[in-house]
């Protein structure tokens, strides 16, 4: 290899031994900015992991244990939970660190095996685009919410909501 021969620094070749596992030792890292992002992106996976099963736990537990159990999940106990602003926000702090944690994720993917710059660049953008969109609209469900819809002037049953 010459000296002007840029070599990938997991290219396993070192002093012409093929397939050694080690890093080139000419290869230097530079001080990009992009370290430090990544380090908090790191970051952000192990903390919004653990924020998130006390939250889904949290939400299992008062879902399918508490009370009847799973039998009386329907619209009206969703309707019942989301009118206290304290369930409003749990569900929307789960809501948006899953998408996150979870877009954070597939990115860390992409940019593991996604090979050219223009692909990555791509997938990368319908990744953000479509959790911008789930990220907005689930927040807009769970605040505009209205357990007592009335349509044509009319209110719907239910059963739940008052007269």
């Not at 290219?11 to 290869?27: L, R, T």
């Not at 989301?82 to 597939?106: C, I, R, S």
Request: charged share 15%.
């Amino acid at each position: 290899m010459s000296a002007t021969e840029i070599q990938s620094p997991r290219s396993g070749q070192i002093s012409g031994k093929p397939e050694s596992g080690k890093i080139a030792p000419k290869y230097r890292r530079n001080g990009s900015s992009r370290g430090n992002f990544e380090m908090l992106a790191w970051l952000f996976m192990r903390l919004s992991g653990v924020v998130l099963v006390v939250l889904i736990f949290g939400h299992l537990i008062v879902n399918l244990l508490v009370g009847e159990g799973i039998h009386a999940i329907d619209f009206g106990f969703v309707a019942g939970k989301w009118a206290d602003p304290f369930w409003q926000f749990w569900d929307l702090a789960m809501l948006w660190l899953a998408m996150l944690h979870g877009t954070n994720g597939v990115r860390t993917i992409i940019n593991d095996y996604a090979e050219k710059d223009s692909t990555r660049f791509w997938l990368k953008m319908v990744l953000y685009a479509a959790s911008a969109v789930i990220i907005i609209l689930g927040t807009l469900v769970i605040f505009t919410f209205n357990p007592c819809p009335v349509v044509d002037g009319v209110q719907l049953p239910g059963g739940f909501c008052p007269a």
